[in-house]
């Protein structure tokens, strides 16, 4: 290979030498401002994680995993994926070839920094290329696998079911705008490598084009046109690159060492969060997660739309979609990304101030674990605490088939909200104001601490999720009602026997999603009668509707959801549907055509004694 | 100077709807028009965790700003721990959750800042 210009440049790459530079200094000013935002000790972790081999190699393995193969996206449409993949990979090996290139035949050329990109137009093919046949074919095959991505993308456009999507996101201007830029780059690279073809080299693809092109055109004029074409577009794809969802490019390379360093959203607008809100790349896979959208109003309030938001920066949007959440966490379970919308929404909701705020230093502990253990309380090994939380309280009849399922059992328990307790801080927390959850936390740690137990059991996922993951409890074993009946009917200490319901089992947010119980409430009602699924379940259940997560849903906005969500328990005719969450129970009671019950009281139906 | 009579005189506690401030309930009914339906019937007094600690009531604090009395119901919110049982048991639908929280917002935080 040689030079065919000698002076090794071409006004043409102009334009591409104008959007590289302007995204690689908006980057650059992106990641001071990002690292500048975040907590002397959240950037010192940052910069140390890379000094971890461990961390650094886990970094390497996610970022080709997931933003060069997407992994995750094959995992849940293999067209989707292939689709991603295609793009993603092929240009980024189209850009590495095309450094090889360069390297191998001309070194010198290296520092241009257009050269691997417009390889083609710069070199004349000489006798002794045989080993550019490769990179050719190389180059060619990965151009293909661009195409065939691109192809797949425009077809998602207008049949996005086959790509196992009922709902995609609507683009705003910009983002249409660098989705035709995206689009045309390759087929211009395409035009523009197959009208040099004969002058250059190619292969497969580049070759035809060429006996195409000179047999009906004939002349060499459009040569430098497509060329030019080809830089504009790449100049303008970059151009809109950073106010686009193609931000999620650079974005998530970012995102990826922010996570395996192990810091957590401290602010909703700022540093990490912001990393995560720029990766989103406006997929729409949340659309169809969210259980709100079975109104259409309500797809403009998920995920996708609240990036997009915090983005334009605006605020009365922010407010509304973060208030509006149930936060259900089914969106950031599936996100691809592994965005923590629940968190970054609960971070928007503790920036507003409060005139009043909520004080709890006239409650006092001592009086509170006198009345519920009574005096000389001994500690003994063994010794079960239950806690029936705020929503066990408004449904008794789970803390009432509790309690006789642990005397069935002969567990020794005390009871520690009988006659009133405090809440479990959950709600406080999600409302956004952790300085009041926190009282609420301590305060309860106290009478806990008092109790003597050794096993705090809980009946509520809501309660359960913070008991594990805020307080702290050492010593002490948190247990929800559903594996501590497990226990007991594995150890003999209670006999089940099996009935003729057919039960299907609804996965509680907090409990599934939340605390990642999803095997032990199935096994034991396995025991206790045919046990069939619903639609959607394990990680993909749908919110009851009842969620405290959301501050504006109204009692009447939230029937549709509560109503859809029974749909998708009942496709398999179950005659009953059972729940570990006494807020699902009391949601699903309300709509429901058939019998509701807690795990606890189909326990407590169908077991004895054990003599 | 003071007597002890073995008993004392309460404050009255006589409202003057002529003269009370109820400019706090006239913002809340424009942010939660809602407030405006309940009915006083007390399910939030009888479900509410906090009750037991400042008498707390959704109920009961409506009242009292409806009546200028805000010292009151800020006693009681203070206690609130946003459980969300009153609005699972209000009969009337209100958000009762997000009406205590835009209330806490609007409150005059003189106090607070001190």
Redesign the interface.
Known sequence: MTDRIPAGFHPFVIPFLVGMGFVLLYCLYGFIRIMCQLSHKDRRKFFLSFLNPKILWKDIKDIFLNCLIHVKLWKRNKLLGFMHSSIAFGWFMLIVLGHLEVICFLPGRLRTFYYPIFFNFFVAEDNATIGGQVFFFLMDFFLALVLCGIILAIIKRVHSLIFGMRRTTRLSLLDRVGLYSLWAIFPLRLLAEGFTAHISGGSFLTIPLNWIARAFLGNELNMVPTWWAYSIALCVFMCVLPFTRYMHIPAEMLLIPMRNAGLKIKHARKGYAKVMVYSCPSCGVCIDACPMSVKKANTRDTTVYLNRQIRRGNEKRIEEIS?KCLLCGKCSELCQIGIEAPKIRIAQRAR?????????S??SVGPLAEKAFGHNVEAKPGKVLYFAG??T??TPRISQAMESVLQKAGVEYSYMDKD????C?R??LM?G?PDQARQ?IDKNTGIIRSSGCDTLLLSCPICYKIFKEKYHLEGIRVVHHSEFIKELVDQRRLSVRFGKDVIVYHDPCELGRGSGIYEQPRELLAALGTLVEAEKTGKESICCG?S?GS??????QREDLTKNALRNLTVNLPSKIATACPLCL?SFSRYSDRPVEDIAEIVDQRSTKVD | MAMNFGFKLCPSSALNLDKIDTSLYDKLVEMEP?ARICMACGSCSA?C?AS???GMSVRKVLLDIQRGKEKEA?AM?????????C????PR???T??LI?S???????KE?QK
């Open positions: 208030d507003r101030k409060y005139g009043l705020n909520q004080n709890y006239n409650i705020c929503m309280q408004l009133g307790g405090l809440c801080g709600p406080m409302a104001r609420i009842g405290l501050l504006t849903l109204g009692f009447a009391a | 809602d479900t965790t037991q600690f400042s800020a919110l203070r206690n609130c721990m946003l459980c969300g049982k609005t699972m048991v209000c639908g209100i958000n959750r997000h929280l209330l806490c917002r609007i409150y005059d935080n607070e």
